[in-house]
């Protein structure tokens, strides 16, 4: 398999790239859309051909490029079908893995960040999105998340993969790049070390994040697959227009 990360830096969202090496199909998990041309460009110079994107969950931080890859590939649109979205191909559940070519991605439903969040399994890989990240986990105060959700899902869910397992966070805001079942179980400061649901639960509580800036614009836009809307005020614009270039993961 051919395999990838890339950091897109407005959002800090890392992009996965997972292909075939006997079909040369590939699939995109959590594509943004200000750095689409830089992942076009990759798959292009690896001679791969996208055969669909893959989101975990209805972002809030950036605008999905679903749509955009499927206007300018062919590609289809996979998402969790827990969001009822019209304008996906494929919707993901628990227990119906998605296949492209020697590729295998086993969904598994883990709400929490959102209630239809979603983690994906490919082999000893785990794409964890926002339910569990490098040391933390996603926030629980909007988009019908929960605390209590979320912490099942990684203790009851997440934490009973092997632990060699490894951990591909959907963000990272300190440079790192991959973590393990067995790391994040042992020292993860919100969920690891045994932590109880009412210790997690005020850990949470006690955050105190600011409304995300983009959330009003991302979440409607992301609704659609990807829509940018066309009244972002001036500093939002980033978000939405294309950059030449990015950091890689």
Known sequence: MIFRQWLEPVSSTYTYLLGCTETGQCVLVDPVVNVIDRDLQQLHELGLKLACTLDTHIHADHITAALELKKRTGSRIAAPAFDRLPCTDLGIEEGVPLQVGSIRLQGLHTPGHTDGHFAYLA????????????????????????????????????????????????????????????????????????????????????LELPYPKF?????????????????????LQRYCGRMADSPQG
């Open 123 to 206: 082999g000893e890989r785990l794409f964890s999105g926002d339910a569990l990240l490098i040391d933390g986990c996603g926030r629980t105060d909007f988009q019908n998340g929960n605390p209590q959700d979320l912490y099942r899902s990684v203790t009851r869910k997440l934490f009973t993969l092997p632990d060699e397992t490894l951990v591909y966070p959907g963000h990272d805001y300190a440079g790192r790049h991959v973590s393990s079942i067995a790391q994040e179980k042992a020292r993860n400061p919100r969920l690891g070390g045994g932590k109880t649901l009412e210790e997690f639960t005020r850990i949470m509580a006690a």
């Open 215 to 235: 959330i009003e614009h991302a979440v409607p836009g992301n609704r659609h697959c990807g829509v940018c809307p066309s009244d972002l005020p001036q500093e």
